[in-house]
């Protein structure tokens, strides 16, 4: 019986892409991301290994050809390459991809990439060494950096960094930023901040930083030519005139909804399939997989009948106000 493309949603869009949450827990504190006294789930309510590769099944099986791991920080994860080498198996899975912060893939890129790991995304918002201490809270710059050329020694697909702008913080960072991945042939993705979780370390309103005013600043010193690529996410893409290793991507959830083609959906590493990043409906996979654990079946209903709830868009605005109360973490960002 063949179950490809059960998962389409009452405006067409057809889900092919699972971003899966593996921890909520995480060695920095990035200021945007996480207050700094932050509690975390007990073990028990994550989901296992061996639920997490089932789910995994289940939704390549509806159609799913696209997994991103990430969390909290999921190379903190200690059974994670055990994971990512469950998850490599799987029949019918195209891509397999990790975000991560980069601190520990001096020791496990190789791993990663052994277990069928392809793309990378990589957070890094300055190369300020202070400055990337004082946004991580407790990161060391040096670290990512090796991480970063570890992975590149490795010879993955792709190697994104991810680079969250806040005015009067870090935007002087964004020619530096440019200028790293040009010398590296990596991509990256300017990021505006959603208002996700009450932070009390900057106003959200004061710092946001448009992808329309990071762009100014790139043109300053690069010429930024609209591409046609369309890696199916919310990024949209140019390339730089004179260079043809790096793409340069901007993520604009307030400036530029990209929900019109959106064909992914989330699970929280508590177990809760989020329909959509700016949005509190949930489908609760860990209750249905523990109390159903060998009948898969039930849980691809629930899942179809879910997807059946995508909502048409978010609704996030540049205001300051927190719509979405669960901090990044838990989503999976
Ligand atoms: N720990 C990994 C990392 O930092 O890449 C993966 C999880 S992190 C939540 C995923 C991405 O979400 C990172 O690129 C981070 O910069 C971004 N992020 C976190 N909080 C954000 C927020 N409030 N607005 C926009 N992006 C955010
Ligand atoms: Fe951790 Fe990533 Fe959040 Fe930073 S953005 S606190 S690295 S989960």
Redesign the pocket.
């Known amino acids: 019986m063949t179950e490809q493309k059960q998962l389409i949603d009452p405006f067409g869009r057809e889900i092919t892409y699972l971003r899966m949450s593996v921890t909520d827990r995480?060695?920095?504190?990035?200021v945007?991301?996480?207050a700094e006294d932050m509690t975390f789930l007990p073990k028990q309510k994550l989901l296992c290994y061996e639920e997490l590769v089932q789910i995994a099944q289940i939704f390549t099986e509806l159609g799913v050809k696209k997994i991103r791991l990430?969390?909290?920080?999921p190379l903190v994860r200690q059974d994670i390459i055990k994971l990512t080498s469950g998850l490599g198996k799987l029949s019918g899975l195209d891509h397999l991809a990790i975000?991560?912060?980069g601190?520990l893939l001096k020791k496990l890129a190789r791993p990663l990439y052994e277990s069928g790991v392809r793309n990378l995304n990589i957070?890094l918002d300055t190369l300020d060494n202070k400055q990337f201490h004082q946004v991580?809270r407790t990161?060391k710059l040096k670290k990512v950096l090796e991480g970063i050329s570890a992975a590149k020694r490795v010879g993955f697909e792709s190697i994104k960094l991810n680079a969250?702008i806040l005015k009067g913080q870090n935007d002087h960072q964004v020619t530096p930023l440019m200028d790293f991945v040009l010398e590296n042939e990596l991509d990256i993705s300017f990021i505006e901040e959603m208002p996700l979780g009450q932070i009390s370390s900057h106003d959200r309103a004061e710092t946001f930083c448009s992808s329309e005013e990071v762009k100014e600043i790139i043109k300053q010193n690069y010429q930024l030519i609209p591409s046609t690529v369309n890696t199916g996410g919310p990024a949209r893409y140019f390339s730089i005139a004179g260079t043809s290793t790096s793409k340069v991507g901007f993520i604009s959830p307030h400036s530029n909804n990209f929900c019109g083609s959106c064909n992914r959906i989330r699970l929280t590493a508590e177990g809760q399939l989020l329909l959509c990043l700016g949005n509190e409906d949930a489908l609760d996979l860990r209750a249905l997989i523990r109390r159903y654990p060998n009948q898969p079946q039930v849980l691809k209903e629930q899942i179809i009948h879910a997807i059946q709830k995508k909502p048409k868009e978010h609704h996030f605005d540049n205001s300051g106000n927190v719509y979405i109360l669960r901090?990044?973490?838990m989503t999976g960002?």
């Not at 995480?26 to 990035?30: G, K, L, T």
């Not at 990430?70 to 920080?73: A, D, I, K, V």
């Open positions: 995480c060695n920095f504190r990035c945007y991301c996480m990430t969390g909290g920080e975000t991560t912060n601190s957070s991580t990161g969250v901090f990044m973490n960002g």
